[in-house]
């Protein structure tokens, strides 16, 4: 080996998914794109790749970190995590993303996660979302929302965000390596790890929490806060039991309508958010794969079935598709009594032959003037009654509304359906004419600006199944600088259901960012 040369050194370069995907083959790429000999190189890291196909020609963008004869040494992942049984305990409500990472920081900073989930466990909320679909009846605390983990649990696990401002994406990303995610999601421009995967780490977490001290009580559901002089000190649980703690995080989803409900009854400060509506879409993988891999027949075995992501405005409203499941399946995701409600979901193989992908229109307060009189529930209650109608138009059942994508654009019923992957049953009904009026107008007009950028994606093979109303929380629980409600001291609203947050690893970073400000307000104060 030549003495000069450098022993680690980072390079970026195209190469093709073969030479991606095959070890020798990226060793020679190396070589050839870097002038480096291929007897020198000892280990290369990949550090960062992204798929692109824009061009006609598919190749991952990379950046790799060559060793040449140094020994690799790979990262630990490990968090540090300190003895908590008896240090000062934060009550935690909700064990989605927000709570759980809430809880592992905790640990770190010297506090006793005490976790209040409606839910089960993820081992025992499994069965119940199996029987979901078979017995057409929604359990309130254990669904596709509800339960150890929360909504991500069981819709896929995606880990892109836009939020690199809100906090550490990698320490986020290191935390689901550390209980048993695949390294590469610290790779991945756009990392997933899939349903199948989340439910072994989620149950990983937990007992990484308790292990240290932490508690958890499941099927236990908020009742109310234990709020002395303007103060939250805990909670209370609908059997009357009184958890007390330094402070309490609220983490407990954008489908809890009860806590808004809650809130609105003790006058305690709310907001109406913006958020979004429309309908999962769902078109044969292989169409997709041929629409954004320019061929009919791309080398499948080297590419991973793919994606897209599609924006455009129509009449002041935002139009766009919303966690886009590539080989995936429709899952019904209904969470109490009257509501239709579909989400999409995909396994870590992503090897279902149907790609389906929410297709959303903004909704704001001045879209529904005649919930204007609901004040800050406006849009909970509008959101409400959209998942009611439908409900009932299937004759009130969770039974999913199935129409071509064809047929609802041009306002027609279909005479017959494709087949679908939803995880239930679905009946022949005419969208445009359930959906409000301003819904069906974006969605219409979109997916035929969507078909000039995706040629082939208006087309009769695709179907619309409604209706898609859980994209974010309607309603936001207002907090200050610190983080904490401006009406109530050391409560901390965080994460989805809060509205400060649109995904697992921003609601995760958002957990994150209040046990830190419990850290330095409360405790170090104390």
Same mark, same amino acid.
């Given at each position: 080996?030549?003495?000069?040369?450098?022993?680690?050194?980072?390079?970026?370069?195209?190469?093709?998914?073969?030479?991606?995907?095959?070890?020798? +083959? +990226?060793?020679?790429?190396?070589?050839?794109?870097?002038?480096?000999?291929?007897?020198?190189?000892?280990?290369?890291?990949?550090?960062?790749?992204?798929?692109?196909?824009?061009?006609?020609?598919?190749?991952?963008?990379?950046? =790799?970190?060559?060793?040449?004869?140094?020994?690799?040494?790979?990262?630990?992942? !490990?968090?540090?995590?300190?003895?908590?049984?008896?240090?000062?305990?934060?009550?935690?409500?909700?064990?989605?993303?927000?709570?759980?990472?809430?809880?592992?920081?905790?640990?770190?900073?010297?506090?006793?996660?005490?976790?209040?989930?409606?839910?089960?466990?993820?081992?025992?909320?499994?069965?119940?979302?199996?029987? +979901?679909?078979?017995?057409?009846?929604?359990?309130?605390?254990?669904?596709?929302?509800?339960?150890?983990?929360?909504?991500?649990?069981?819709?896929?696990?995606?880990?892109?965000?836009?939020?690199?401002?809100?906090?550490?994406?990698?320490?986020?990303?290191?935390?689901?390596?550390?209980?048993?995610?695949?390294?590469?999601?610290?790779?991945?421009?756009?990392?997933?790890?899939?349903?199948?995967?989340?439910?072994?780490?989620?149950?990983?977490?937990?007992?990484?929490?308790?292990?240290?001290?932490?508690?958890?009580?499941?099927?236990?559901?908020? @009742?109310?806060?234990?709020?002395?002089?303007?103060?939250?000190?805990?909670?209370?649980?609908?059997?009357?039991?009184?958890?007390?703690?330094?402070?309490?995080?609220?983490?407990?989803?954008?489908?809890?309508?009860?806590?808004?409900?809650?809130?609105?009854?003790?006058?305690?400060?709310?907001? @109406?958010?913006?958020?979004?509506?429309?309908?999962? =879409?769902?078109?044969?993988?292989?169409?997709?794969?041929?629409?954004?891999?320019?061929?009919?027949?791309?080398?499948?075995?080297?590419?991973?079935? @793919?994606?897209?992501?599609?924006?455009?405005?129509?009449?002041?409203?935002?139009?766009? !598709?919303?966690?886009?499941?590539?080989?995936?399946?429709?899952?019904?995701?209904?969470?109490?009594?009257?509501?239709?409600?579909?989400?999409?979901?995909?396994?870590?193989?992503?090897?279902?032959?149907?790609?389906?992908?929410?297709?959303?229109?903004?909704?704001?307060?001045?879209?529904?003037?005649?919930?204007?009189?609901?004040?800050?529930?406006?849009?909970?209650?509008?959101?409400?009654?959209?998942?009611?109608?439908?409900?009932?138009? =299937?004759?009130?059942?969770?039974?999913?509304?199935?129409?071509?994508?064809?047929?609802?654009?041009?306002?027609?019923?279909?005479?017959?359906?494709?087949?679908?992957?939803?995880?239930?049953?679905?009946?022949?009904?005419?969208?445009?004419?359930?959906?409000?009026?301003?819904?069906?107008?974006?969605?219409?007009?979109?997916?035929?600006?969507?078909?000039?950028?995706?040629?082939?994606?208006?087309?009769?093979?695709?179907?619309?199944?409604?209706?898609?109303?859980?994209?974010? !929380?309607? =309603?936001?629980?207002?907090?200050?600088?610190?983080?904490?409600?401006?009406?109530?001291?050391?409560?901390?609203?965080?994460?989805?259901?809060?509205?400060?947050?649109?995904?697992?690893?921003?609601?995760?970073?958002?957990?994150?960012?209040?046990?830190?400000?419990?850290?330095?307000?409360?405790?170090?104060?104390?």
């Amino acid at each position: 080996m030549n003495g000069e040369l450098e022993l680690k050194k980072q390079y970026t370069i195209d190469i093709s998914p073969q030479e991606y995907g095959t070890k020798a +083959l +990226l060793y020679q790429a190396l070589a050839r794109e870097t002038g480096l000999h291929f007897a020198d190189l000892s280990h290369v890291e990949v550090l960062r790749r992204s798929l692109d196909s824009r061009r006609g020609r598919i190749c991952y963008h990379t950046t =790799v970190e060559v060793y040449c004869g140094e020994e690799y040494v790979a990262p630990n992942y !490990s968090g540090s995590y300190q003895d908590c049984h008896n240090k000062p305990a934060v009550i935690i409500v909700g064990a989605g993303p927000a709570g759980l990472f809430a809880a592992l920081r905790a640990l770190e900073l010297g506090m006793k996660p005490i976790i209040i989930e409606r839910g089960k466990p993820v081992e025992k909320r499994r069965p119940d979302i199996a029987l +979901l679909a078979k017995t057409q009846t929604v359990d309130p605390n254990s669904n596709w929302c509800f339960g150890e983990g929360g909504a991500g649990t069981y819709s896929d696990g995606k880990l892109y965000t836009r939020s690199n401002k809100r906090g550490n994406i990698q320490e986020v990303l290191h935390r689901f390596i550390e209980h048993g995610a695949d390294p590469s999601i610290v790779i991945d421009a756009h990392a997933h790890i899939g349903t199948d995967k989340l439910s072994g780490i989620i149950a990983n977490m937990r007992h990484t929490i308790e292990g240290h001290g932490g508690e958890y009580h499941f099927s236990t559901r908020m @009742a109310d806060l234990i709020v002395e002089q303007d103060e939250v000190c805990g909670i209370k649980d609908t059997e009357g039991n009184d958890y007390r703690g330094i402070a309490v995080i609220l983490a407990t989803g954008h489908s809890a309508r009860d806590i808004y409900e809650l809130f609105a009854q003790r006058n305690w400060t709310l907001e @109406a958010k913006p958020f979004a509506m429309g309908v999962r =879409v769902e078109h044969p993988q292989e169409l997709i794969n041929q629409i954004q891999y320019h061929s009919k027949k791309p080398q499948m075995q080297f590419l991973p079935p @793919a994606a897209y992501s599609l924006t455009t405005q129509v009449d002041g409203h935002g139009v766009f !598709s919303f966690c886009m499941c590539p080989g995936g399946c429709i899952v019904p995701a209904a969470t109490g009594e009257m509501q239709q409600v579909v989400n999409g979901m995909s396994n870590s193989h992503r090897n279902s032959p149907f790609a389906n992908s929410g297709i959303a229109v903004t909704v704001s307060p001045s879209d529904v003037p005649e919930y204007a009189q609901y004040g800050s529930l406006a849009l909970l209650r509008f959101q409400q009654d959209v998942e009611r109608r439908m409900f009932e138009a =299937v004759g009130g059942s969770i039974t999913a509304p199935l129409q071509r994508l064809t047929d609802f654009c041009q306002n027609r019923t279909s005479q017959d359906n494709n087949r679908t992957n939803y995880l239930g049953q679905t009946a022949n009904l005419p969208q445009h004419e359930l959906l409000p009026r301003f819904i069906v107008k974006g969605l219409q007009q979109g997916f035929r600006d969507f078909d000039r950028k995706m040629h082939g994606f208006y087309t009769e093979q695709a179907s619309i199944l409604s209706v898609e109303s859980r994209t974010s !929380s309607p =309603v936001r629980i207002p907090r200050n600088e610190s983080l904490q409600h401006p009406q109530l001291r050391n409560l901390y609203p965080c994460g989805e259901g809060a509205g400060y947050a649109g995904g697992i690893v921003s609601s995760a970073m958002d957990g994150i960012n209040a046990i830190n400000q419990i850290s330095k307000t409360i405790l170090h104060n104390s």
